[in-house]
């Protein structure tokens, strides 16, 4: 058995490797840098040093990752990671907690574990970075970036160049309207309602983005939340694969997202937006890769909001698990993600361009 185990590895190992050279020889777009936005599923780091429990700067996460754990919530890159290594980045986006002068010039990972486009969102979880506060730490690094380049014309030059991503939501469903002991939202919105909510403060924060430079921006749906371990923990019956409700409701998120996008495309015609199906891909992902674990996590889950135990040995064989812990994908399920966002010529997955060819517009 261990021996088709090590045959099944080595081969899908070499299809994910080979499928990642066959991108880059493509030939790299010309993107000067690039600037990440939005949640956990991105964050590199930027929580480590905050009042907590959205951290993930422990063993074992980042056991796959070569720098081992560094505030990355899941066992390898992330989706923000590898995108950075099919734009042609020598190194990784560093988290604007701790990236140094020189650095910012290439761009910055404003994520943080827990945020939300509502400021009150994840709040019971601890300290966090509201896309509202990324917005204010990027306005941060562009001061920075006028003491590093001749003026501020030229930074704004530098700026309209660069690859922009935003994705956030996750949390003001997880740790918001789906969390009835901590808010209100399920009370005083349908799930209709609380999409138009989000849609309109998200839309003013896109705005912000634009008007700070960014002309090529990717907007990443919100994944099938009903999917995860811990979805299926709390509301789960008789088996169930998914939460279809949660499913539901963020579904109608999407829609007035890509509708959005479509607005802002006719609005800004220097600019070019384009939107991510990330729920389309992730539910794929298990079928297109064979993988057997679906909503069982990879590591041993703690007590606090579905995160790792500390120290503990995770499943030998990551790369059949969909998820790493009960809230996060693996990092197979990231590079599958990554992939189709970068070079998907289907606009279920992308739409109306891929990252690809967003970066060369």
């Not at 109608?252 to 891909?281: G, M, P, Q, R, W």
């Not at 993600?337 to 279920?348: D, F, Q």
Request: include cysteine; hydrophobic fraction near 40%; charge should be neutral.
């Amino acid at each position: 058995m261990a021996f088709y185990i090590s045959i099944y590895v080595l081969v899908f190992t070499s299809f994910v490797i080979s499928g990642i050279e066959a991108t880059l020889l493509l030939g790299q777009p010309d993107v000067s840098c690039f600037f990440i936005f939005g949640d956990s599923l991105f964050d590199n780091g930027n929580n480590n040093n905050h009042n907590t429990t959205s951290k993930a700067n422990y063993p074992p996460y980042g056991i796959d990752f070569p720098h081992g754990p560094t505030g990355r919530f899941t066992n390898g890159r992330t989706i923000a990671d590898i995108l950075a290594e099919f734009l042609g980045f020598e190194n990784y986006i560093p988290p604007f907690a701790i990236a140094k002068e020189e650095e910012v010039i290439k761009g910055v990972n404003y994520a943080s574990g827990a945020a939300g486009i509502l400021d009150e969102s994840g709040k019971n979880l601890g300290d966090r970075l509201p896309l509202n506060k990324q917005l204010q730490n990027h306005q941060t690094t562009i001061s920075r970036l006028e003491t590093l380049l001749p003026n501020k014309t030229s930074v704004k030059e530098h700026l309209n160049k660069c690859l922009y991503i935003v994705g956030i939501g996750n949390n003001d469903y997880l740790n918001n309207y789906f969390t009835p002991e901590f808010f209100p939202t399920s009370k005083l919105y349908t799930p209709h309602q609380y999409a138009q909510v989000l849609i309109q403060q998200y839309s003013q924060q896109l705005n912000r983005i634009y008007e700070l430079g960014a002309r090529k921006v990717a907007v990443f749906g919100l994944g099938p939340i009903g999917c995860t371990p811990a979805s299926i923990k709390v509301y789960g019956r008789n088996g169930i694969k998914c939460v279809e409700f949660m499913n539901d409701a963020v579904q109608l998120f999407n829609e007035k997202l890509k509708s959005l996008v479509d607005e802002f495309n006719a609005k800004f015609h220097d600019a070019k937006f384009t939107y991510i199906n990330i729920f389309n891909i992730l539910s794929a992902a298990p079928a297109a890769l064979g993988l057997r674990i679906l909503n069982q996590p990879c590591c041993i889950d703690s007590t606090t909001k579905g995160h790792c135990t500390p120290n503990l040995l995770p499943c030998p064989i990551r790369i059949l698990n969909v998820f790493w812990d009960t809230l996060h994908p693996s990092e197979v399920s990231n590079l599958f993600a990554a992939k189709r966002a970068y070079n998907s010529i289907l606009p279920s997955d992308a739409y109306p361009l891929n990252i690809h060819h967003l970066a060369m517009y």
